[in-house]
């Protein structure tokens, strides 16, 4: 097995690149590591589907998922490419040439690993953290990573969008206690009212 690319230089004419792994298959060895907080064994989780991509009042780019069969929602905030790359998933667009979210699964594809799934697994300061997991010929590997490259990978693969359910029903909990009151209709988004996607 053989991975090819283009060297494009300034002033030099583009060469093929050619690069073969020392084994029979590639290992994703540096990047599988155990990652610290990742659990080795699998957590209570709740499934979550992507439901929209919109934007907020400021006009900054949110993935809104909601837990399947439910009615709790997650509000991610995004940047402008993640969420053009998960908008374009979502309604079945296939660039000309691979993006970064694609290239990532291609390059998964030719060393033999599957993303088993995607965990958002904590939010800490505003911020949410996700575990992309790897299964490859020695198991299941987890790599910390943003949830909206997660989503991104998740889409392309198919693969399962979980979210840890002790956050689930913290983030449920603090919403409840929050000033502003949301209802399941307040949350819900639209076809119509979708902006980006």
Do not use: N
């Amino acid at each position: 097995m053989a991975l090819a690319c283009t060297e494009m230089l300034p002033g030099r004419p583009p060469q093929q690149l050619t690069f073969r792994p020392a084994a029979a298959t590639l290992r994703l060895v540096a990047v599988t590591r155990r990652i610290e907080g990742a659990p080795s064994t699998r957590v209570s989780t709740v499934e979550l589907k992507v439901e929209a991509v919109a934007l907020d009042w400021r006009g900054s780019p949110i993935v809104v998922l909601r837990e399947q069969g439910g009615q709790r929602a997650v509000f991610i905030w995004v940047g402008i490419s993640e969420a053009a790359a998960i908008s374009m998933q979502l309604e079945g667009q296939k660039p000309p040439r691979p993006l970064t979210h694609d290239l990532i699964v291609l390059v998964l594809a030719k060393t033999g690993a599957e993303v088993d799934r995607v965990v958002i697994a904590d939010m800490r300061e505003s911020t949410y953290y996700a575990h992309l997991y790897l299964r490859g010929a020695d198991g299941v590997d987890a790599i910390d990573c943003r949830p909206s490259d997660a989503i991104a990978v998740a889409l392309r693969t198919d693969a399962p969008i979980q979210i840890d359910s002790d956050l689930l029903e913290r983030l449920d909990k603090e919403r409840r206690e929050s000033e502003v009151e949301l209802s399941p209709e307040s949350t819900r988004v639209e076809p119509g009212e979708t902006i980006v996607h």
